[in-house]
């Protein structure tokens, strides 16, 4: 699938903002010998994050790590099995995600799927030039209700419940996502809104909001 006026030259950029640096090497490192993480891509949005490291955001990153991360997503008649990447922020404070369509980045100093507290977060491109639409695409049809499953490593299948859909303006993503405190939910994030083919990006991202099942 060639480019068109919605599958620009490139995937868009997704800026975190953060100044986790330091945690999000530490944390890269716990986990590439089990999963190696892609090199610094464009990304998918703006995602504003922490503004610097703190106890809490290591402790957070700490207890990431010590569950089993999650290695695909899948929505029952919406969204095939997506195969997920650990990610964090670039030393220019974008989000690592895959460069491919068909893969997905887990926000890695957030929650881990299953776990009691915070936001598993997973996003991805929407499309790019040399691949076409990805996966992602499928959230901008997916209905309320649908469940969604989130396969760990272990083997553990996490499922959640679709409740809300939202768009933001890139540079007004809620910093909420990153986090690994608050109420257990999953976050589905990819672009959504007017391709600017200059600047080579999307106006919006698109987020889904989940609720844990049982």
């Not at 010590?66 to 922020?89: E, Y």
């Not at 672009?191 to 889904?208: I, M, S």
Request: glycine content about 12%; overall charge neutral.
């Amino acid at each position: 699938m060639g480019a068109s006026p919605r599958h620009g030259p490139g995937p868009d950029r997704v800026l975190v903002r953060t100044g986790l640096a330091a945690v999000a090497t530490a944390v890269v490192a716990y986990l590439f010998p089990f999963f190696p993480v892609p090199g610094r891509a464009p990304d998918v949005g703006t995602l504003p994050g922490p503004a610097a490291a703190t106890p809490a955001a290591t402790s957070g990153a700490a207890r990431a790590a010590a569950h089993s991360p999650p290695v695909s997503l899948t929505i029952p008649g919406h969204l095939r099995s997506t195969p997920v990447d650990p990610v964090t922020a670039d030393p220019d404070g974008a989000m690592a995600v895959p460069k491919s369509p068909d893969r997905l980045g887990w926000w890695a100093l957030g929650a881990p799927p299953g776990a009691a507290h915070g936001t598993v977060l997973l996003a991805g491109h929407l499309d790019s030039a040399d691949e076409g639409a990805g996966p992602l695409e499928a959230l901008h049809d997916v209905p309320m209700g649908t469940r969604a499953q989130v396969t760990a490593a272990d083997g553990t299948r996490h499922t959640y419940r679709i409740v809300a859909r939202r768009t933001h303006p890139k540079s007004a993503l809620p910093s909420g996502l990153f986090t690994s405190g608050g109420t257990p939910r999953l976050a589905l994030v990819t672009c959504a809104g007017d391709f600017d083919p200059d600047a080579h990006a999307y106006a919006d991202n698109l987020v889904l909001y989940g609720e844990p099942v049982g």
